[in-house]
Every structure is written in structure tokens, then in C-alpha cells.
């Protein structure tokens, strides 16, 4: 874990009454979850709403001494520190007590850099982890989908730019990705990824929203927006999957028969620092995320990538749409040359995760979609 992750957040509303032994509650279920770990620090914002009921943020970290410190400094109105030996270990029976941070509206968080939390909710196979930082007033949230062997770490940028904005920005992790759960029996389809969104959706209550989706993940996001279209406002996909329909039978079927190869995991491994592009951190990154990832997700997968209909996925949603591709991605066969009305654009020099290799360049293409598709 990096410095500054999040071991757990809880976002909710509770009677005012009972709110500070709700609120303890939830602190030492979430200090104990992660039993051998030191929890230093916790803090949360409450403030009262309509019928007596209280509106509750509740963060929990798990950092050195020396890394909340860097967080909250050394002001005391922020943030309390328990106990004051960083070694010492949070245990189930320890009195615990909560000090009260500013609320601020449209910033879930009680830092500006939006930090990773363990919330989940069920989906259609297991549970599913998201990252969502909250707030959003009345602009419409932003659901983003990572592609194969992704989390959602790698949208940490464009969570960050929409948050300094005071746009709420979610990002799930997908079945067997991350932190969430793999799915039994395995199931990796695009149509089963999508339905992870959906229950995302529901999950968090979100009735219209725009969505994010890379690589495989722009396939699952255009299917979400299938079955869904009335509430997904737009969709932003970036260097999105490629018509593989389009190819001749016989290539379609040497790939497929190579993802039972004895050394498909060699060829993938190759396949991803082939399209990682020129930025070594960021190779190195995707292929230790891929390590992490269990081969049967990107496999399962991208069988089923070679079956989807790309062209029928795209009629079924007539809402606005854009396509941020690489340079590699600008073919016969891509997204955006198989239907009228998606626009696009070329980042020069990006490799296929624009968003990790130029990742100014798509937050100021996803301002001005937000701008023009959803600003409300």
C-alpha cells in the first residue's frame, strides 16, 4: 500500500441522535478489519439534515505516523492522532474517539488528493470494490471503467481533476480485478463486466450519469449504456476496442486457439509492454497490475472480445459519444469509423493508456465533452 491509501470510508445518513455511537462503530469495525495493522488516524464530518437525521463521512486510515502527518500536518482541528507510538496496534475493545473536521461541499474527502477506500457493494458475482469521492452538487457524476488487467487506480488522475472541479467521480474495479471479487463459475464476457456497472449503479443510487471506459472497458461501458441509455448522459472512451469482427474467420480463430496456448501468459505479458508505450514508469506499472490480475479475467475476456458485436453495441446507445485514441487506433476497424456521429481525437504519442501516459490530455477532453454532453 502507498502512504496514503484509505484502509475504509463509510458515506451515509443515520438518525442524529445515535450518530456519534454509529459513527464509533463503524471506526472500530473498520480499525479491526485490518487487525495487525496500525490505525493512527480517523476523523469525520458530520452535519445535521431534515427529521432529525445526520448526514455522516467517516475516514479511517492506516498509515505510518510520519504519513498522516504529511496528510493533516500538525493542526489538531484536523485530524487526531491515536495512539502516539505508530506501532502500536487499534484493538476491537479500545475506546475510540472521533474529532469533528470541516464539511466541505462537493469534496467527500477531508484532504484535497482523493485517497483510495475500501467500499463495495454487491454485484451480479461477487463483491465489487469502487472508489467514489463523493459530493458533485448538481453537476452529474462520472462513472469510469478501467480495461483488462486495470483497477481503479489508473483513473487516479482524472478522479483528482474532477474533484479539485466539484464533480463527483466513481470508479469501479471489475470481477476478478483489483479488489474485487473473482467471479465462480468464471465468467468474463462483456456482457457479464457490464452488468458489474449496472449493479454500481444501483448499488450507489445514481440515476443519470456519463461513462468512462478504456480498451475492453470502453466494449463493457458502450453495453452498459445498451441496456441502460436514458441514464447515462454520455460516454467517453478512451483508445477504445477495435471491431475484431471485422477480421478474416481464420485470424479471429488462430487468436482465440492461441489463448489456450501452454505460454499465453508469456505472449500477454509481451502483448501489454508492446502497447504500453514509450513512458517506462508507466510499463512497469501495467505489468506488475497484469501480474496481480488473474490470467483467466484477461483471457476470459478477451475471448469474449473477439465475439462482441462492436457495431451493434454502438446503435443500440444514441447518445452523444467521443473517442480519445492513440495513434495506433486511428484504423478502418476502429470505434469511430464504424458509425456516424463519433467524434474523436489523436493524442500524439501516447501508447494505449493514454490516461496514465498523458493524462492532461484527457482531462481536458473529458472537460470539454462534460461541457458539451453533461454539464448538469
Known sequence: MGPTM???TWRG???AEDADAYLTYLHQTGLTHYRRTPGNLAAYCLRKVADGRAEF???????????????????PERAI??????????????????????????????????????????????????????????????LFVHGLAGNASHWQAQLEHLAARGRRGIALELRGHGGSTPPEP??????????????????LGLRRFVLVGHSVGAGVALAA?????????????????TDTLQLPEAQREA?????DAPDVAQAVRQDWAQMAGPRADVRERLL?????????????????????????????????????????????????????????????????????????????????????????
Open 225 to 241: 449504456a445498451g441496456e441502460s441509455p436514458r441514464q447515462v448522459a454520455g460516454l467517453f472512451l478512451v483508445d477504445p476496442m
Open 186 to 203: 468464471e465468467d468474463y464476457t462483456l456482457e457479464s463486466l457490464a452488468g458489474d456497472v449496472s449493479a454500481v449503479v444501483r448499488g
Open 81 to 142: 492522532f491515536f495512539p502516539e507510538d505508530d506501532r502500536y496496534l487499534i484493538d476491537r475493545d479500545l475506546h475510540v474517539t472521533h474529532y469533528e473536521v470541516p464539511f466541505a461541499e462537493g469534496q467527500a474527502f477531508v484532504s484535497p488528493r482523493v485517497r483510495f477506500d475500501d467500499f463495495r457493494v454487491a454485484g451480479p458475482a461477487g463483491d465489487l470494490r469502487l472508489v467514489d469521492t463523493g459530493g458533485g452538487g448538481k453537476t452529474l457524476p462520472v
Open 255 to 259: 487468436f482465440l486457439a492461441s489463448l
Open 288 to 376: 506488475a497490475d497484469l501480474d496481480a490480475t488473474p490470467l483467466r479475467a484477461v483471457v476470459g475476456a478477451q475471448r469474449s472480445m473477439v465475439r462482441f458485436d462492436l457495431k451493434a453495441a454502438l446503435a443500440r446507445y444514441p447518445g452523444p459519444k467521443f473517442s480519445l485514441v492513440a495513434p495506433d487506433n486511428d484504423a478502418p476497424r476502429s470505434l469511430h469509423r464504424l458509425a456516424e456521429g463519433v467524434p474523436h481525437q489523436v493524442v500524439e504519442g501516447a501508447g494505449h493508456w493514454i490516461h496514465l501516459d498523458h493524462p492532461d490530455a484527457v482531462n481536458a477532453a473529458l472537460d470539454a465533452f462534460l461541457t458539451r454532453s453533461a454539464p448538469a
Open 13 to 15: 445518513v443515520t438518525k
Open 57 to 75: 463521512l467517516l475516514v479511517t486510515l492506516w498509515e505510518s505516523m510520519d504519513a498522516v502527518k504529511r496528510f493533516a500536518g500538525d493542526s
Open 6 to 8: 484509505l484502509a475504509r
